[in-house]
């Protein structure tokens, strides 16, 4: 009888071990990322955290003029700063809630015509012609000009006897019998819209034109086929090709205005007029000239709070309506 042979199963080979120098090549590549965000990482640190958190630290101090060379060394204030002011009845509460609504006044007139006049000259200047690209180009000029450039020009601008706009207003177009005051009263509200909203439309018209790029023009070709007018193309399709584009420029200039402290401080110096009062400015005045700095942490850390939270509710509005779309 023939013997049966059976084949041994054969052995699975171990898999050759890995050089160390592979793991290292290894760690490097997965780590390099990181490496090139570290200094990124480092300097955001420095400039924007480290500072909110000695600014929060010094919200709870009773930090003057007497502790300016060892603030550490200030008495603790608790919640009082944050009391003061937050209490509408006392002169600091009523001060900060005055300059919280001019505040919101002013940045809703600023982001809504800026909005509205970048809006429009984006669209105007959509279409291909001749010397569109040197209009465009001059347009941007108000964006590109330091901000206390622009600002100083406009104070120049609005003098009661020798402004360009009372010698327009009242010489040339004949609005005014007398030429009225643009710094002081209740015109310097105006005048601070005005000047806010000159140096930030070209922003929105920059980023509306980018928007502007990324819509295909077959779209305007089909509805120009089927009969729609130029406000039904813009209803139909711009805007609503827009609209991400438009949430994100709508809460950037809002924080930006919201903020601003350059255009109010170069048109009317340390004690503006209370129209144009910007919370800004209230805690400048609170911290720098009243030499109460820890009130004036305290102010700006409900301003932070403030935004984040009216940020994080357009952010939650926004995307809820993105996805109803979908």
Not at 19 to 38: I, N
Not at 50 to 66: A, D, E, H, N
Not at 132 to 138: F, M, N, T
Not at 170 to 179: G, I, R, T
């Amino acid at each position: 009888m023939a013997a049966v042979t059976e084949a041994a199963p054969a052995r699975a080979s171990a898999p050759p071990p890995v050089p160390p120098w592979r793991s290292w090549v290894r760690v490097r590549r997965a780590g390099l990322p990181y490496l090139l965000l570290l200094p990124a990482v480092c300097f955001e640190l420095l400039v924007h955290v480290v500072p909110m958190l000695v600014g929060i630290f010094m919200s709870f101090k009773q930090l003057t003029q007497f502790f300016i060379r060892n603030w550490g060394a200030a008495p603790g204030a608790g919640l009082n700063n944050y009391r003061f002011a937050l209490d509408f009845n006392g002169a600091i509460g009523r001060t900060l809630l005055h300059s919280f609504w001019v505040t919101c006044a002013f940045t809703v007139l600023t982001v809504g015509l800026s909005w509205l006049i970048g809006t429009g000259a984006a669209l105007l200047l959509q279409d291909p012609f001749r010397g569109r690209g040197l209009l465009r180009a001059y347009f941007l000029v108000p964006y590109a000009l330091p901000a206390y450039t622009a600002a100083i020009t406009w104070e120049f601008m609005f003098q009661r006897d020798t402004g360009l706009v009372n010698r327009l207003l009242v010489h040339d177009l004949h609005v005014f019998n007398a030429p009225p005051f643009w710094l002081i009263g209740p015109n310097s509200f105006y005048a601070l819209v005005l000047t806010a909203v000159w140096r930030t439309w070209p922003f929105a018209f920059l980023v509306v034109t980018a928007g502007l790029q990324n819509i295909p023009g077959e779209l305007y070709e089909a509805a120009a086929i089927d009969g729609a007018g130029m406000w039904q193309r813009i209803r139909r399709i711009t805007l609503p090709q827009l609209r991400p584009v438009n949430q994100v420029l709508v809460l950037v200039l809002f924080l930006w205005n919201f903020n601003d402290f350059n255009t109010p401080f170069t048109l009317f110096g340390n004690v503006p007029p209370p129209q144009a009062d910007l919370i800004s400015l209230q805690i400048y005045d609170t911290s720098f000239q009243n030499w109460n700095f820890g009130s004036g942490s305290a102010m700006s850390v409900l301003l932070l709070l403030f935004l984040l939270l009216v940020t994080a509710v357009y952010l939650m509005i926004t995307n809820r309506g993105r996805k109803a779309d979908v």
